[in-house]
């Protein structure tokens, strides 16, 4: 059982097919965007209305 290929059937016809997934445990490696996107100086500001909708402000 140990990554074999499982097949469900139902009324003798395969339905399902199970197979192992193989994973990359290599080290995750970052920077690809980096000089590709800009965050905005008021990226952190929440507004008056989105505030108000989650209760943080009295309308």
Do not use: C, Y
């Not at 074999?4 to 990359?24: F, W, Y």
Request: negative net charge; hydrophobic residues 40%.
């Amino acid at each position: 059982m140990n990554g074999e290929e499982v097949i469900i059937a139902k009324a003798g016809k395969p339905m399902v097919r199970l197979v192992l997934i193989h994973t990359d445990d290599s080290p995750r490696t970052g920077g690809q965007w980096k000089g590709l996107i800009r965050i905005a100086e008021d990226f952190n500001t929440l507004t008056d209305d989105i505030a108000i909708a989650f209760g943080m402000e009295k309308p």
